[in-house]
């Protein structure tokens, strides 16, 4: 088969220049395909980035070591092999952007000595005492007197310059032993030729991982979302078709959360396969049928990472830490029952009834399609979070030689939402964003002792 090549797509694309392994930024892709009858067959890509520590002396692991070539690459997952090319090499140049951290635009001081020119610390979340006092632990609590490195965001919320902590806005840099307040994690980072519709990408994946979170560790009993799939807009179709096509059972919950925008959560269920019987994903998008496409893409390509990736699993779930221990976890069948809370009945809301945050609030979907509407996004998001107490801090992560080709990667950051953490014995279990929602949500107490212990599923 032959699969469309970088090289043909550069006037349509000019950043289709940085790709290629004889002197381009990232490498050349490689198409993927599955051994796998079952599996959701949706064409795959990915784009390796390199081995960045040979070029760059203060990229590493958190050991310290260097990068492997195969530690970082870019995917994408599409019907339409063109886009699933552009995925991939968009998503390995933002990979590449966020991981380009120079000296000279790294601030070392302390929190107290920056002051109110920093993102305020204890807004940000944190790990719990249990946590802290684990004798397993990686991490230690933030010290506001201790120096760490800073870059410069801009707060969107503010309307001002800000400094945030290069281990929220970076991957990879050099770590310091002062460094292990954050786990470092690629939430917020996204990238386009249009940096607004980069930015509102950013925002919409830290409001998903959010909810990923919230979801599993308050196990919360979500509506599943009813579907007419004769009554798909036409750009879902192919997706739809292909998860037909398969052997996988694809259930959607409404997760959307109190900032608005509408959130799908999906479970994938292979109940006799002995690799992958439960895959699941979410998806942020004021679009909720693009939602729907979205996860169905990430359940392809989560099945391809579990054809590939590793088969050796901790004995311990408290040792998960790599994304995908979590995925191949629930792929053994006998973790099934972990997502009772979910499966139990929980009632049902149609697609149309979940909440449908600016396109429908203010404009009618034509005219909303008509309009420039990354520009509305952006500035409903703003006020959204604004009107919520939190803040909003973007980092501008574009390189030259990417900007060169008018293509830009930011890091968005809302330190009051939740992260994600695939690293069991760190969780950020003292953030209040975890027991306010989770309280609010099942309108009950919520405690620590109430935080589901099983592993994090999402890869």
Sequence with gaps: MEYPQPHDLIEKYPFMRLVGSGGGVVGDPTWRNTNDPGAIDIPLCTVPVGELSRCYSNVSTISGKHLDSYALCGVGCDPNQEIALVKAVAESLERYASCILLPSETKIASANQLGDTALEWSKWPSFSQSELNDPYSIVQAFNPARPTRWVKGVSLTEGREMFVPAVMSHLFPRPLSKDSYWIQISTGVAAHTNIKKAIVS???EVIERDMTSLVWMGQLPLKE???DKTALPSDCN???KALEASQFELKFYDATSDIGVPILYGLARRPNHPSMAS???CAADFDKYAACSSIIREVSA?????EY????LPVDTMDFRRLEDGLRYYGLPKNSKDFDFLTKGNGTILIEEVATGLSHDIYGVEQYKQLDYSSLELDWLIKKLKSKGMDLVVVDLTTDDLAAEGFYVIRAIIPQLMPMSTV??????????L???CRDYRKMDFTEANVNPCPQPFA
């Design 202 to 204: 950013g925002i919409l």
């Design 225 to 227: 979302v009813l579907i």
């Design 238 to 240: 192919a997706y739809f």
């Design 279 to 281: 895959v699941v994903s």
């Design 302 to 306: 989560a099945s391809y990472m579990l």
């Design 309 to 312: 990736a590793p088969s050796d």
């Design 424 to 433: 069991s014995r760190s969780r950020y279990l003292g953030h209040s964003r």
């Design 435 to 437: 027991y306010d929602y």
